[in-house]
């Protein structure tokens, strides 16, 4: 884990609890509890910083519909800010 998904990481870990979090080297997966445990992960890739997160919806409640729609408005997001 490089120093900027350190950084990363410790700013995730103000908003959400320790067991919110799952982690590896390179992927990290947030269950929100207010959207009925809605799991998410958060993907660096091997380039980061220099390219963006990825965000992936890792649940199978979730219609896959909904699911490409989620990941594409969080991934465009992500490269926006």
């Known amino acids: 884990m490089n120093n ?3 950084e990363e990481l410790e700013a995730i870990s103000y908003i959400f609890t320790p067991e919110e979090i799952q982690r590896d080297d390179s992927v ?3 269950i929100i509890k207010e959207c009925q445990n809605l799991r998410i992960q958060i993907i ?3 380039d980061y910083p220099s390219c963006a ?3 992936a919806v890792n649940d ?6 909904l699911k490409l729609q989620l990941e594409k408005d969080c991934n ?3 490269r926006c800010n």
């Open 60 to 65: 199978n409640r979730v219609r896959r519909g």
């Open 76 to 78: 465009e997001f992500v």
């Open 53 to 55: 997160l990825i965000v």
């Open 44 to 46: 660096w890739p091997q």
């Open 4 to 6: 900027d998904q350190l």
């Open 28 to 30: 990290f997966e947030f």
